[in-house]
């Protein structure tokens, strides 16, 4: 079983790839759901549905999030009422936030009803939200603290962050299927999302940290920071805005202590002494994803990297050599 740790665009990206190269049930990817919040009286989850769509091979292929060849006559009525449409949702995608809010309505858990939409869509990994309570992340700015998708939507990520906070954190827990997930991986991947906002608020929930240092599994994180800066997205400016190092070794020191070895683009190779330094293994390759080819590409070197510790691991340990994947014929 391998599990993913994925947030928004970059992170469902290797989740495709990972879902390409290896049989559809031995996957599962955990997605961070604290960008999720109510818009005309509809749940959304934009992480979620970011990575469904991936997988399921609908997603609008420019944007990365919403489905590809969407109309728009939903949100040009709703203009037409007077409602502002800074969060564009196409038509189909409004069917994913009716369905997912009727059955929430009725009762059903979001892991639950996170199911039963990917499966329809044909995914046949596990799409596991990182909990099934509430979060909401709050952003600090010089403007006063701004909700996540205010301030990543529709103020363009432009404020400077100075703070990142977890509304309802506190009664959120890991969901017993993310757990189920973790026992029984043979390698855990935090895949190339925002460390702070995507990443942060699944290790931020209870149970995660302690389940993930259990895991004997090896944990492989792949940089989202490349030549210091994010690929998209607004990474590197909250990793400046809350004092850490914007680069792969920035990137490196947050995860220290949980991961065994970091993925690192090309353009950060002078990086890898320093990396090395933390008792991180490295593995430098392309990690910059433009076509279907390079996420396959970047999923299988991203799992043999994590074969690699698992063997390394295992000859100090004097055990056999395990086969982490069963992949695709
Ligand atoms: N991001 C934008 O920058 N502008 C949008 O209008 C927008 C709409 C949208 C609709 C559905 C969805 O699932 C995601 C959407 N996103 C949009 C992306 C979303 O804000 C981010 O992907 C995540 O919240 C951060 O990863």
């Not at 609008?60 to 949100?75: E, F, Y």
């Not at 939409?117 to 596990?126: K, R």
């Not at 006063?144 to 432009?158: A, T």
């Amino acid at each position: 079983m391998i599990v993913a740790l994925a947030g928004g665009v970059g992170g469902a990206k290797l989740a495709h790839g990972l879902y390409q190269l290896v049989q559809p049930h031995t996957l599962a990817v955990i997605v961070n759901t604290a960008d999720d919040f109510n818009l005309f009286g509809l749940r959304i989850s934009p992480d979620a549905d970011t990575v469904m769509y991936t997988l399921a091979g609908v997603a609008n292929p420019a944007t990365g999030w919403g489905v590809a060849g969407d109309t728009w006559n939903t949100l040009e009525m709703l203009t037409r009422y007077g409602y502002e449409p800074w969060f564009r949702l196409g038509d189909r995608d409004f069917a994913t936030h009716i369905a997912r809010s009727e059955q929430l309505g009725a009762g059903r858990s979001l892991t639950d009803v996170t199911q039963t939409l990917s499966g329809a869509l044909g995914v046949h990994a596990q799409l596991l939200p990182m909990c099934d309570e509430p979060v909401a992340t709050q952003v600090d700015t010089p403007s006063g603290q701004l909700p996540f998708q205010d301030y990543f939507v529709r103020r363009h990520h432009q404020d400077p962050v100075t703070g990142v906070s977890f509304t309802g954190i506190e009664n959120a827990t890991m969901t017993k299927a993310a757990a189920a997930a973790i026992e029984r991986a043979t390698l855990i991947i935090i895949c190339p999302s925002n460390p702070i906002v995507s990443i942060g608020p699944i290790l931020a929930v209870a149970g995660y940290r302690d389940a993930l240092g259990r895991s004997k599994a090896p944990k492989v994180a792949v940089s989202p920071i490349v030549g210091g800066k994010a690929l998209r997205g607004p990474a590197d400016q909250m990793l400046a805005g809350l004092g850490h190092e914007v680069s792969a070794f920035g990137v490196a020191q947050m995860y220290r202590g949980l991961i065994d070895g970091l993925v690192i683009d090309e353009a950060d190779a002078d990086q890898q002494a320093r990396i090395s330094a933390l008792g991180i293994r490295v593995l430098v390759t392309n990690t910059v994803m433009n076509d279907e080819a390079d996420r396959v590409q970047l999923a299988r070197e991203t799992v043999a990297f994590g074969q690699a510790q698992l063997n390394a691991g295992n000859q100090q340990a004097g055990r056999s050599q395990l086969d982490i994947t069963s992949q695709r014929p």
